[in-house]
């Protein structure tokens, strides 16, 4: 287990990105989606058994929200749900200039756990005090130190964290580039709250474990017309066959395309950068 007990929090939500405190009239979060939900929303009127028998259970929907939520991680390059990094960032001095600017790999971030200066093997030479590290851009991934906001006495700088700050912002005056100076050690996800999820990330779910469901029962409606006749006597019906879902399935990958343009858009990952 993670531990969170001297680390720097974030002071404000991460959805809604900025909020320090809602009115409580309107649900802003909700638990992460199950199978029931997932009917209520986007499968009323669907029959879930299969022409050969087979039943689509709540079991099997659980497995598609699985799988519907890694998909998801990937393609908006945001953890859904929280999880514990581990960077490691080159010194650059411009950068170092700038108040130790560093943009994390994941974000939005929730806590940084540790961030020192680490060598290749894994021996912390300074680490900084949680008390340095300023919070209010860590919902784009974005890590400044602050190093002459207060005294600290702890177990890693003493004295005043004024003079601890300048001789640390002196130490590396004639060094331009060391790649992986950095460790940093961080939490990242969608929300701060436990097993909860952003209403409208929490609907993108839905809609992907919908889609998975409706692609997998389409294929099973073979016939698209059905004749009876006896005796000079004849009936015939006729229906969509295989494009049973085509139009709600087209409906719901609009929705999906508009979602995570929306959210890309909060935490700015409509663009990826690469490590070259």
């Known amino acids: 287990m993670a531990d969170y007990s001297n680390s720097a929090k974030i002071k404000t939500c991460s959805y809604p990105i900025y909020m320090k405190e809602g009115s409580g009239l309107i649900d802003e979060v909700e638990p992460l989606t199950k199978a029931e939900q997932v009917k209520s929303r986007f499968l009323k009127g669907i029959n879930l058994t299969l022409p050969n028998g087979d039943v689509i259970s709540n079991k099997n929907i659980d497995d598609k929200i699985k799988v519907a939520i890694s998909t998801l991680q990937m393609e908006l390059q945001v953890p859904i749900v929280a999880k514990q990094f581990e960077d490691r960032v080159a010194f650059d001095k411009d950068a170092y200039k700038a108040f130790i600017f560093m943009k994390t790999k994941k974000k939005p971030i929730l806590s940084v756990e540790h961030l020192q200066i ?3 093997d894994g021996q912390n030479i300074f680490k900084i005090p949680p008390e340095w590290i300023d919070t209010g851009r860590f919902i784009r991934g974005q890590i400044n130190v602050v190093p002459f906001l207060a005294t600290y006495t702890g177990n890693f700088v003493a004295g005043y964290a004024g ?19 950095w460790s940093v050690r961080y939490t990242a996800g969608l929300c701060r709250d436990l097993g909860q999820v952003p209403i ?37 019906s006729s229906g ?6 085509v139009q709600r399935m087209n409906d719901l990958k609009e929705e999906r395309a508009n979602l995570i343009k929306k959210i890309r858009g909060l935490y700015a990952t409509k663009f990826h950068m690469f490590d070259f």
């Open 118 to 120: 680490e060598t290749t």
């Open 200 to 236: 409208p990330v929490n609907y993108l779910i839905g809609v992907e474990a919908a889609l998975i469901i409706l692609s997998q029962l389409g294929p099973t409606r073979e016939f698209t017309s059905v004749s009876l006749s006896q005796d000079g006597i004849g009936q015939s």
């Open 163 to 181: 003079n601890a700050g300048l001789i640390l912002l002196a130490s590396m005056g004639g060094v331009h580039w060391i790649p992986a100076y």
């Open 240 to 245: 969509p066959g295989n494009m049973l879902y």
